[in-house]
């Protein structure tokens, strides 16, 4: 949602306020959507029973084998989140699809988008992207024991930071029913401006980027070189995650979801006009 928010925040609002009808339709999931909460579609149908679209659940990634030196990055054959993504694109505008299926088109690009800019989705080292390493050190996980992993953290990185020596949630978690309904104000608007503050996309150089595999390529070089370190270093399970890791990775998660963010409402401002 935030990265959508990002996006909603700085593309054209009447490109923006367009492509939210066209995802109007969307079935399935927690219905109606608009254009943040859109981008949480493809999460949010692995919970529903009547989903149709359980082929998409391994979509959300992309296993690139793990290297020390960040070196190994090749995108492997069959499908993943970059293929998915990619073909998907070149998708959207079929005139076969109805307004549900095209509103699906646009819903998924707005997630994998997201996705793709976060580190542990673009690497694996033989535990599922780090959910298979359990961690201590990070306070308020939910209770739910499939949250205390480094995969986990990483979804949420960019909410915790260190302030007097001790690790701090920033954010709180928005639960399904304090979604976002007026996209100006509230909890998601106010954290994305924060964002865009402190990280100003001009000055990231590769903010105007749109290729897909560069943006796999910075997740994976951020996973090899600092996602993963203290698991290589490490050969104790859990893994504890300190204040000098909590912190780098708050400043890389938050930069990588402003990135996210332009760079998806520059795609959206682009496939909107090849209609």
């Given at each position: 949602?935030?990265?959508a928010q990002?996006?909603?925040?700085t593309?054209?609002?009447?490109v923006a306020?367009?492509?939210?009808?066209?995802?109007k339709p969307?079935?399935?999931?927690?219905?109606p959507?608009?254009?943040?909460t859109?981008?949480?579609?493809?999460?949010?149908i692995?919970?529903?029973?009547?989903?149709?679209?359980?082929?998409?659940s391994?979509?959300?990634y992309v296993?690139?084998?793990?290297?020390?030196?960040a070196?190994?990055?090749?995108?492997p054959?069959?499908?993943?989140?970059?293929?998915?993504?990619?073909?998907?694109?070149?998708?959207?505008?079929?005139?076969?699809f109805?307004?549900?299926?095209?509103?699906?088109?646009?819903?998924?690009?707005m997630h994998?988008?997201?996705?793709i800019?976060?580190?542990l989705?673009?690497?694996d080292?033989?535990d599922?992207?780090?959910?298979d390493?359990?961690?201590?050190?990070?306070?308020?996980?939910?209770e739910?024991?499939?949250?205390?992993?480094?995969?986990?953290?990483?979804?949420?990185?960019?909410?915790?930071?260190?302030?007097?020596?001790?690790?701090?949630?920033?954010?709180?978690?928005?639960?399904?029913?304090?979604?976002?309904?007026?996209?100006?104000?509230?909890?998601?608007?106010?954290?994305a401006?924060?964002?865009?503050?402190?990280y100003?996309?001009?000055?990231?150089?590769?903010?105007?980027?749109?290729?897909?595999?560069?943006?796999a390529?910075?997740?994976?070089?951020?996973?090899?070189n600092?996602?993963?370190?203290?698991?290589?270093?490490?050969?104790k399970?859990?893994?504890?995650?300190?204040a000098?890791?909590?912190?780098?990775?708050?400043?890389?998660?938050?930069?990588?979801?402003?990135?996210?963010?332009?760079?998806?409402?520059?795609?959206?401002?682009?496939?909107?006009?090849?209609?």
């Amino acid at each position: 949602m935030l990265i959508a928010q990002i996006a909603f925040d700085t593309m054209p609002h009447k490109v923006a306020l367009r492509i939210q009808q066209k995802l109007k339709p969307l079935k399935y999931g927690f219905p109606p959507y608009n254009f943040v909460t859109a981008a949480c579609w493809m999460d949010d149908i692995k919970r529903d029973p009547q989903n149709p679209y359980r082929d998409l659940s391994a979509l959300h990634y992309v296993d690139i084998p793990y290297s020390k030196d960040a070196s190994r990055f090749k995108i492997p054959s069959g499908e993943n989140a970059i293929t998915e993504l990619q073909q998907t694109i070149k998708d959207l505008h079929k005139s076969t699809f109805d307004a549900n299926e095209q509103a699906r088109q646009w819903a998924i690009v707005m997630h994998l988008v997201g996705d793709i800019h976060q580190p542990l989705h673009c690497v694996d080292h033989d535990d599922r992207g780090g959910n298979d390493v359990p961690i201590i050190g990070i306070p308020d996980l939910p209770e739910n024991p499939k949250t205390h992993n480094l995969h986990f953290f990483w979804d949420t990185a960019f909410s915790y930071d260190v302030y007097n020596g001790s690790v701090r949630k920033l954010y709180r978690n928005v639960s399904t029913e304090n979604r976002p309904a007026d996209l100006k104000n509230g909890f998601i608007a106010w954290q994305a401006w924060r964002l865009l503050q402190k990280y100003p996309p001009q000055k990231m150089k590769s903010y105007a980027d749109l290729k897909v595999t560069d943006w796999a390529r910075e997740s994976y070089d951020d996973a090899c070189n600092f996602a993963y370190a203290p698991v290589i270093k490490s050969d104790k399970m859990p893994v504890f995650l300190d204040a000098n890791y909590v912190h780098g990775a708050h400043e890389i998660a938050a930069q990588r979801i402003v990135l996210a963010g332009v760079r998806l409402g520059k795609m959206l401002v682009k496939l909107d006009a090849e209609k």
